[in-house]
């Protein structure tokens, strides 16, 4: 997976990529700060405890699948710090679990206005980065909420590295 925390202020951009198989370890990173406890498998973002900090982070045709981690098995954003404005767009992040083995795909703050047209586990709890309430996983309807995405295994599928393939229905 991959850890993503800046000092002060950030931009972080990932296209067309696949984050597969990582799991994290149920312990807090960093002693002391409870907001830094082990969380996105897959993805990880934060900034220093300091509200003035932000992080913007932009995700399109991503693939989060088969991570595990205590919350956030797919990707995880810290809920006590704000101004981390996460952005998905045709992207799946599904089939990620809890050290529990139960569905955990999505855990933090993301920007609504600009998450759309994914497929999105369940098992997921997104806080509107605007206001910081807890939403509905169907707030969207060009998101599609499902645990079955019908992924192929992580192999090479004719292109430069490897993928998981989407199954016939």
């Known amino acids: 997976g991959i850890f993503v925390c800046t000092k002060s202020f ?25 907001e830094l406890t082990a969380s996105g498998g897959g993805i990880y973002i934060a900034h220093s405890p300091n509200v003035n900090y932000t992080v913007d982070a932009f995700l ?6 088969q991570n595990v981690s205590a919350t956030g098995g797919g990707l995880g954003t810290p809920e006590s ?20 083995n ?28 605007a206001n910081g309430s807890v939403v509905a996983l169907n707030w969207d309807p060009t998101n599609v909420i499902s645990n079955t995405p019908k992924l192929g ?9 490897p993928t998981h393939a989407l199954l016939p229905t």
């Open 10 to 34: 950030g931009d972080f951009v990932v296209i067309n990529s696949t984050f597969s198989s990582n799991q994290t370890l149920n312990e807090t990173i960093i002693p002391g700060s409870p």
């Open 60 to 65: 399109r045709n991503v693939s989060v699948t």
């Open 81 to 100: 710090l704000p101004n981390i404005r996460v952005r998905l767009a045709n992207s799946i992040v599904s089939e990620n679990f809890d050290h529990q």
């Open 102 to 129: 139960q569905p955990n795909n999505i855990d933090g703050r993301f920007d609504l206005s600009g998450t759309h047209y994914n497929l999105i586990g369940t098992g997921s709890t997104i806080i509107n980065d």
């Open 153 to 161: 295994p992580l192999q090479k599928n004719g292109g430069l590295t």
